[in-house]
């Protein structure tokens, strides 16, 4: 048979725009398969010229569902150009806000996106497979979806004002303390989210046991892995060096300096997407690839830090594994951390100092750069800038989660598009599968795709029997 | 319907319930946001419909959606009884008509809802409405106020019951 290329368009139940190529060869077995983001941003190039203190408000911007990861990476980075020091409470403050937005980022990636192909069955009918679905068939399990991310999203309102892109952090800390109120309010949700996790987690336990071929296929091969820790093996998301370990759980790099991200990351602009690759430099393009997120996150730690989502990683590690390798095992990773989150959220705002008001400090540029690098949900975000003496932006560059991740969820589509896709037959379900193994890494495409410039592409004119007559290449 | 003095408030029991959406970026499609800082009782301001309001859905006895529209003339309002509906999921955005199918689903009912839609002027990229949207949001505000109140709207003999896709214009008194 000639060649063919299957594709999918729109990749649906993902934050942002993107398809899918599967080229099939002349035996009808796959030769390649790509995963192509199909958006323009600009962020990294609108910003030039603007004050420095404007950037957390502009970079949240880039994104309606992690908006508070970017005003984080982004205040750090304009703490750097400070060169202060953030009061203890504004730190305390910054990691709560911090905490919450992966609480409900999270159940926005599990109940919203992947959920219907985790309860119904990857080859389930594409009309079951979204949240009505669900719905129809679990309404506990919708209703406890909702309240989780009602919970996460309603504790960013009370503390910075406002759901989505809220102005509360700020460079030099956060812009007003904590309400004696507020944090009553927010300590009496969190047993309504214990209880949803406690269900959900009850549920879905048993449910992951369904997928072994897609425990076996999905991005289910040896990467490094990436992410903060807190210099003692518990996790953390706001602060601290990088470390960097391989898929034998063995430690590559340690105490990575995030002033220092260009010495051992590097970025390469792939030819048919608006979205870069990263990867680490001391091994090369594209050798260096590695992973974020929650199943990196969890491979670069001992253990989470509380108690609950110990005990739920320890179920984890007991069938699967450790280090965690598929990338099947993000979902059950993520409700690992919603479930830390939570009880890490506990913690804080019964620190006998959450109430105190010093929390900002105040200053001029005295630094003309800076780096601020902090987890978001989806993984290590970087933000770096470089002012002139007056403080206004002469470059930024970002390095998203997504980023990160994109030379896996590259060899993750052919993986799975290799293990489902076969001799030219592809199902409905087969199709799902490539989709379900981004969705695995809850990509979010709109922060992910934020350079300028025309969209590097290569074109290929292919005849009727499937041979190549001509390429274009634009750079 | 019996007209009440004031619209139940929620710690009284289950009340009205207003739902207004809306950018507040681009000019008349404020007008929702517009219409609802003029009313009483329990309002819910938002940028777009999303799945976490069926949580107030199932405290609410009614439920009043209000929303700019590009397919009426600028100025006029269409009030219009909704029902849950089993519509295609959505992509991007939700319909109320899909909110009340997920009240439905999740909270075992669905309240009796309406939708009030207004009339644009102009969308453009401004924080500043037209003055025929502020006019329409002013009157958008009254006719849910009525709603809220149990009265009957605008249209003379029509109970609130029976009104469907009934396009009211501003001119017309009441």
């Given at each position: 048979?000639?060649?063919q290329k299957?594709?999918?368009?729109?990749?649906?139940?993902i934050?942002?725009?993107a398809?899918?190529t599967?080229q099939?060869?002349?035996?009808?077995q796959?030769?390649?398969a790509r995963?192509?983001?199909?958006?323009?941003?600009g962020?990294?190039?609108l910003c030039e010229?603007?004050?420095f203190?404007e950037?957390?408000s502009l970079?949240?911007?880039?994104?309606?569902?992690?908006?508070?990861?970017h005003?984080?990476a982004?205040s750090?980075a304009?703490d750097?150009i400070?060169?202060v020091?953030?009061?203890?409470?504004?730190?305390?403050l910054r990691r709560?806000?911090?905490?919450?937005?992966?609480?409900?980022?999270h159940?926005?990636?599990?109940?919203?996106l992947?959920?219907p192909?985790?309860?119904f069955?990857?080859?389930?009918p594409?009309?079951?497979?979204?949240l009505?679905?669900?719905?129809a068939?679990?309404p506990?399990?919708?209703k406890?979806?909702?309240?989780?991310r009602?919970i996460?999203?309603?504790?960013?309102?009370?503390?910075?004002?406002?759901?989505?892109?809220?102005?509360?952090?700020?460079?030099?800390g956060?812009?007003?303390?904590?309400?004696?109120?507020k944090r009553?309010?927010i300590?009496?949700?969190?047993?309504?989210?214990?209880?949803?996790?406690?269900r959900?987690?009850e549920?879905?336990?048993?449910?992951?046991f369904?997928?072994?071929?897609?425990?076996a296929?999905?991005?289910?091969?040896?990467?490094m892995?990436?992410?903060?820790?807190d210099?003692?093996?518990?996790?953390?998301?706001?602060?601290?060096?990088?470390?960097?370990?391989?898929s034998?759980g063995?430690v590559?790099?340690?105490?990575l300096?995030?002033e220092?991200?260009q010495n051992?990351?590097?970025?390469?602009?792939?030819?048919?997407?608006y979205?870069?690759?990263?990867?680490?430099?001391?091994?090369g393009?594209?050798?260096?690839?590695?992973?974020?997120?929650?199943?990196?996150r969890?491979n670069?730690?001992?253990?989470c830090?509380?108690?609950r989502?110990d005990?739920?990683?320890?179920i984890?590690r007991?069938?699967a594994?450790?280090p965690?390798?598929?990338?099947?095992?993000?979902?059950?990773a993520?409700?690992?951390?919603?479930?830390?989150?939570?009880?890490r959220?506990?913690e804080?705002?019964?620190?006998?100092?959450?109430?105190d008001?010093?929390?900002?400090a105040?200053?001029?540029?005295?630094?003309?750069e800076?780096?601020?690098?902090s987890?978001?949900?989806?993984?290590m975000?970087?933000?770096?800038?470089?002012?002139?003496?007056n403080?206004?932006?002469?470059?930024?560059?970002?390095i998203?989660?997504?980023?990160?991740?994109?030379?896996?969820m590259n060899?993750g589509?052919?993986q799975?598009?290799?293990?489902?896709?076969?001799?030219?037959?592809?199902?409905?379900?087969?199709l799902?599968?490539?989709?379900?193994?981004?969705?695995?890494?809850?990509p979010?495409?709109?922060c992910?795709?934020?350079?300028?410039?025309?969209?590097?592409?290569?074109?290929e004119?292919q005849?009727p029997?499937?041979?190549?007559?001509?390429?274009?290449?634009?750079? | 319907?019996?007209?009440?003095?004031t619209?139940k408030?929620a710690t009284?029991g289950?009340?009205p319930?207003?739902?207004?959406?809306?950018?507040?970026?681009r000019?008349d499609?404020?007008?929702?946001?517009?219409?609802?800082?003029l009313?009483?009782?329990?309002?819910?301001?938002?940028?777009?419909?999303?799945?976490?309001?069926?949580t107030?859905l199932?405290?609410?006895?009614l439920?009043?959606?209000?929303d700019a529209?590009?397919d009426l003339?600028?100025?006029s309002?269409?009030?219009k009884a909704?029902?849950p509906a089993?519509?295609?999921?959505?992509?991007?955005?939700?319909?109320?008509?899909?909110?009340l199918?997920?009240?439905?689903?999740v909270?075992?009912e669905a309240?009796?809802a309406f939708l009030?839609?207004g009339?644009?002027q102009?969308?453009g990229?401004?924080e500043?409405?037209?003055?025929?949207?502020?006019?329409?949001?002013?009157?958008?505000?009254?006719?849910?106020?009525?709603?809220?109140?149990?009265?009957r709207p605008?249209?003379?003999g029509?109970p609130?019951d029976?009104l469907?896709n009934v396009?009211?214009?501003?001119?017309?008194?009441g």
């Amino acid at each position: 048979m000639p060649a063919q290329k299957i594709i999918i368009d729109p990749v649906t139940r993902i934050e942002g725009h993107a398809k899918i190529t599967i080229q099939l060869a002349e035996d009808g077995q796959v030769a390649d398969a790509r995963f192509h983001v199909t958006q323009l941003r600009g962020f990294e190039k609108l910003c030039e010229n603007r004050p420095f203190y404007e950037m957390p408000s502009l970079m949240a911007r880039i994104c309606g569902i992690c908006p508070v990861s970017h005003l984080i990476a982004s205040s750090k980075a304009c703490d750097a150009i400070l060169a202060v020091g953030i009061p203890p409470n504004g730190v305390r403050l910054r990691r709560i806000l911090n905490l919450a937005q992966i609480l409900q980022s999270h159940a926005l990636s599990v109940f919203h996106l992947s959920s219907p192909d985790l309860l119904f069955g990857m080859d389930a009918p594409p009309e079951k497979r979204n949240l009505f679905g669900v719905a129809a068939a679990s309404p506990e399990v919708a209703k406890d979806g909702i309240r989780l991310r009602q919970i996460g999203q309603q504790i960013i309102e009370l503390l910075a004002g406002k759901r989505i892109h809220p102005a509360w952090v700020v460079p030099g800390g956060v812009s007003a303390p904590l309400t004696e109120d507020k944090r009553d309010q927010i300590l009496a949700m969190l047993p309504d989210g214990f209880g949803a996790m406690d269900r959900t987690l009850e549920r879905f336990r048993h449910i992951f046991f369904r997928f072994p071929e897609e425990m076996a296929s999905f991005a289910n091969f040896q990467s490094m892995f990436l992410g903060l820790t807190d210099g003692a093996g518990k996790l953390e998301f706001y602060d601290g060096p990088l470390r960097i370990v391989g898929s034998d759980g063995a430690v590559i790099a340690d105490g990575l300096k995030p002033e220092s991200y260009q010495n051992y990351l590097g970025e390469v602009a792939e030819h048919d997407s608006y979205l870069k690759s990263a990867y680490y430099r001391p091994m090369g393009y594209p050798d260096g690839v590695y992973r974020v997120g929650p199943l990196a996150r969890l491979n670069l730690v001992t253990n989470c830090g509380t108690p609950r989502a110990d005990h739920e990683l320890g179920i984890l590690r007991s069938f699967a594994g450790s280090p965690l390798v598929s990338s099947f095992h993000y979902h059950h990773a993520r409700l690992i951390e919603m479930l830390h989150c939570l009880e890490r959220m506990g913690e804080l705002l019964q620190a006998p100092d959450v109430l105190d008001p010093h929390v900002r400090a105040f200053a001029q540029p005295n630094c003309e750069e800076g780096v601020g690098i902090s987890e978001a949900p989806r993984g290590m975000l970087l933000h770096h800038y470089k002012v002139d003496k007056n403080g206004l932006i002469k470059f930024a560059n970002l390095i998203i989660a997504t980023g990160h991740n994109n030379l896996a969820m590259n060899r993750g589509v052919k993986q799975v598009a290799t293990y489902f896709v076969k001799d030219g037959h592809f199902t409905e379900g087969a199709l799902n599968r490539v989709e379900a193994v981004i969705r695995a890494f809850d990509p979010c495409l709109s922060c992910s795709t934020h350079a300028y410039g025309q969209m590097p592409m290569k074109l290929e004119l292919q005849g009727p029997d499937g041979s190549l007559l001509d390429t274009q290449i634009r750079n | 319907m019996e007209a009440s003095s004031t619209p139940k408030s929620a710690t009284n029991g289950p009340g009205p319930l207003v739902i207004a959406y809306g950018s507040l970026l681009r000019q008349d499609d404020a007008m929702a946001w517009r219409a609802a800082e003029l009313l009483p009782g329990e309002v819910i301001r938002e940028h777009q419909l999303t799945p976490e309001l069926v949580t107030h859905l199932q405290k609410a006895s009614l439920v009043i959606f209000i929303d700019a529209a590009v397919d009426l003339s600028p100025g006029s309002i269409r009030l219009k009884a909704l029902h849950p509906a089993k519509l295609q999921p959505w992509s991007h955005h939700i319909l109320p008509e899909q909110l009340l199918t997920l009240a439905e689903q999740v909270n075992g009912e669905a309240p009796p809802a309406f939708l009030i839609s207004g009339g644009v002027q102009d969308t453009g990229l401004s924080e500043q409405m037209t003055e025929t949207g502020k006019k329409c949001a002013a009157t958008m505000a009254d006719l849910a106020r009525r709603l809220m109140y149990g009265k009957r709207p605008f249209c003379p003999g029509s109970p609130i019951d029976d009104l469907t896709n009934v396009v009211i214009n501003d001119n017309i008194g009441g």
